[in-house]
């Protein structure tokens, strides 16, 4: 029998979950090619436009294999829908069977990505954080920030958005939540003394330069997922003293590290994957001074272990 | 809400649609390039042996996009269940969102696989036909006769398996719906005095020869659908009057015809694809003498259109 459970099931179940430390699991496994992760299936369409992925895989010894298919509609708010849209199916990789669907309409992969600026904060960012600049006032910019509170208590915010009226709104969403919120006018001015900046736009040009990040900054640039877009000025990554990918594979065709690479800043020895850091944590920030960036475009081992997770939880709920 | 029907209501509902005429209309929309149908997705599995595709992809302008998982692991039956399961998703291509997941286990990709015979059969078989040949015995080897129903009313078959516990499986299984089996001690034996032959085996090697086919033969290969699997002689293709791909990109690839490219047996310009053949007749069997040959290896469309046509029964069962 197919299990499927709803998105208020999902909710339900996620507070008991210890999500950050299995997608760090699954990192890992990626990054020691323990997992099987073909490329990403995609479709796009044009009118209305959007874009709909599939990405799949296992990690190898596991008794589940993750479907996950997320869709993006940007006219969908038009309608009075979320862009955003998705769902998860679990099959054995005993049998091959579907057990369980996962209806969460696109949040797990809401979750999932924060969790991964999360996990980057962790081994990445400075000690000591009084400033958080935000770029882009979307879910992410809300979820990534929201997600930082296991790895700092900072709760002053500076954002940047391309109007003032999403910037308000975010400043409302935010303020109800305890956060301090303050409104920029330039992206260089949600950059300037923070110690922490999350790119979340869905930009195609570098909207911060080498010289609006400070010493002791930790950027996590999470909007630029595919090749034309961008959000970063290559520069920054040349002048980084770490630059860790998600995944080097994906990030040597999309993401910013992709663009730093064909201009020839970026030595792809000098990149290190996320799984790699969590195993040698050296390998992070060692020093407070330092400027790092974690470049993250998505892995579908974040998709196979947030769904693992949520239906190993529902199981047991259940027996 | 996303609607989700069981294989039972599925069942239901089949017999009121004519899935053939829905499955000739995508054969001829893919042939005309108005579908979008990526490359197949595919997990492969070791332990136990196993295999997963993704087919997916819309016809252009229409309401949905759909996409199928089917998965086979082979050492299922030693637990008492079936090799092959799979379901398919319906998604609005408005919106990106899930409408309805039919979990039909499998059955509607072997329908729909059935149904592409038929429909080869239909446009390439000769109008009289006294004996139907099958090499093997199994789902495909018994549905690939049954829905030829409606191209022939033959009811003669000489079947070949390579066990005889399974062929008098199959010989019982048939007889109880009205059909006269004979068993074939070899290939060529099935094959003798054939006018349609009909391959479902998983060989990896040729079973039939050219001198086992006589002229006003057809023979529809369909147990060859990756580039290792083979059941014909390319010999055979090379002596054939008329060769029909389901598609010409995935034959290159995989299949009959993919042996014959290699072995220089068989020029490209001589393949037809099977939505030419259905939009213009005379490219299929006009003599009753000619020897055709249908290579299906399975595409996304006929998971398009038969998920479509479920669906939207469904729908107006509902309203």
């Known amino acids: ?25 699954g990192f890992v ?26 990405k799949y895989g296992y990690i190898k010894g596991s008794a589940f294999y993750v479907i996950k298919v997320a869709s993006g509609f940007y006219e969908n708010p038009g309608l009075g829908i979320a862009s955003n849209s998705g769902l998860m199916l679990i099959f054995s990789t005993r049998t091959g069977e579907i057990e369980a669907i996962l209806l969460d309409q696109g949040y797990l992969t809401d979750v999932r990505t924060a969790i991964a600026g999360q996990i980057a904060a962790r081994y990445l960012a400075p000690s000591s954080v009084s400033k958080i600049g935000v770029l882009g006032t979307g879910v992410q910019a809300r979820m990534q920030v929201e997600y930082l509170k296991p790895a700092t208590s900072c709760t ?17 969403y ?23 900046i999350i790119t979340a736009t869905p930009s ?19 909007g630029s997922d595919t090749p034309a877009k961008q959000e970063l000025d290559p520069v920054i990554l040349e002048k980084a003293d770490i630059v860790v990918a998600d995944s080097l594979s994906q990030t040597r065709e999309r993401g910013e590290i992709s663009h730093a690479l064909k201009q020839g800043l970026l030595s792809p020895d000098r990149i290190h994957e996320l799984g790699r850091v969590i195993e040698s944590p050296d390998l992070g920030r060692t020093v407070e001074t330092q400027i790092t960036i974690a ?20 199981k047991k709920e259940k027996s």
């Open 204 to 222: 195609s040009s570098s909207l911060l330069h080498a010289g609006d990040i400070g010493p002791g900054t930790h950027i996590t640039a999470m």
């Open 174 to 196: 935010m303020a109800d939540r305890g956060y301090n919120v303050i409104l920029a006018d330039t992206p260089a001015m949600a950059a300037e003394d923070a110690q922490i």
């Open 156 to 172: 002053s915010i500076c954002v940047w958005g391309r109007t003032r009226e999403n910037q308000e709104a975010y400043r409302t």
């Open 1 to 25: 029998m197919t299990l499927i459970y709803s998105l208020k099931q999902i909710k339900a179940v996620l507070p008991e979950l210890d999500l950050s430390k299995s997608i760090e699991q």
């Open 29 to 54: 496994a990626y990054s020691q090619g323990r997992t099987v992760v073909p490329p990403v299936g995609e479709l796009v369409f044009e009118s209305p436009p959007g874009e709909t992925h599939i």
């Open 295 to 314: 470049d993250l475009t998505g892995v579908a081992v974040q998709d196979i272990q947030i769904a693992s997770a949520v239906y190993q939880a529902m």
